[in-house]
């Protein structure tokens, strides 16, 4: 359609009487056209997708249920799947949890006070982001360990966080600390300070203003940043293969035991243990879109 029948086409649908048929007659040619052009990206799209993303997911499940749901249920009912799912559900709650209080202290003090070496500080709460998790865990082991400083320290009183559960959580809190800080932070940040301010006024206390005027602001962000924390701490191998020394029934969280049963050639039992880990995972994932009312992380901007 060239411009000259364009402008005709648009002078026609202006006057009065043109009916809905009429303007879909007019314009279906065009939609025509375009549907090629937003097929193709797509289609390439799907087909990046395919072999990245979901093909590999399917294939867990295909060899979780290859032998019926008898075999895949005996699997996770040894003692060690049944260890390596609990343990990993304890650590991932309770590094929610000392994370939960850590991050949303940590967004505080950042995004209310003004202070010399604030913007290095920042750099250094989000570090564990750009870090390796397997040099976390041997910096931990550096620094924790029997041949660390602190753990040379802390051996004459029988004290050694490395290698029990007391270290797969210190790697776990390094990991996962910025989730919560970033979920939080941008919301302090955004918070009108007449809110607070007003608190003030009305002769509320530091802790009464926080309570009830800033806290309730940080709902979605403390939910958001709980849910990534959780679900980052369910699926760390990196830094737990090195400070628990993968020991079954004592640290070998449910990352490890699947990597440990690969290794055995216990194919079965890793793949079962990955489902279950998977299905957490879907279930979190989906719980955060549905608190956040959006359909893709993204949201449904941009869209052509």
């Known amino acids: 359609m060239g411009p000259r029948q364009a402008r005709d086409c648009r002078c026609d649908l202006a006057r009065p009487g043109v009916t809905g048929a009429q303007i879909m007659t007019v314009a279906s040619p065009d939609i025509a056209l375009q549907r090629p052009r937003v097929m193709l990206p797509v289609g390439l799209l799907v087909l990046v997708l395919l072999p990245l993303i979901l093909m590999p997911l399917a294939a867990v499940f295909i060899f979780a249920f290859q032998g019926g749901l008898g075999a895949f249920v005996a699997a996770l009912s040894t003692p060690d799947a049944q260890f390596a799912l609990r343990f990993s559900v ?115 206390s530091s802790w009464q203003t926080f309570r009830y005027v800033t806290l309730p602001a940080l709902t979605g962000g403390l939910f958001t940043g709980t849910l990534l924390t959780f679900a980052h701490s369910l699926g760390e191998f990196g830094a737990t293969v090195m400070v628990s020394g993968n020991l079954r029934l004592r640290t070998q969280t449910a990352p490890l035991y699947i990597f440990a049963q690969f290794e055995t050639g216990n194919i079965a039992a890793a793949n079962a243990v990955a489902a279950v880990l998977a299905l957490l995972s879907f279930a979190i994932f989906f719980l955060l879109l549905r608190y956040t009312g959006q359909r893709t992380p993204t949201g449904e901007r941009g869209r052509r």
Not at 119 to 146: E, K
Not at 150 to 168: C, H, I, S
Request: proline content about 9%.
């Open 90 to 204: 304890l650590i991932a709650f309770a590094t929610a949890a000392v994370n939960g209080v850590l991050g949303t202290y940590a967004a505080y003090v950042l995004s209310k006070y003004r202070f010399p070496g604030e913007r290095p500080l920042l750099i250094i709460v989000n570090l564990p982001v750009a870090i390796p998790t397997v040099v976390v865990g041997t910096s931990l082991l550096l620094l924790w360990g029997p041949i660390g400083l602190l753990g040379r320290l802390l051996e004459p009183y029988g004290l050694q966080p490395m290698f029990t559960p007391v270290g797969v959580l210190l790697a776990h809190l390094f990991v996962t600390f910025p989730y919560m800080l970033g979920a939080v932070k941008p919301l302090l940040d955004e918070l009108e300070v007449t809110y607070e301010e007003a608190a003030y006024t009305i002769g509320a």
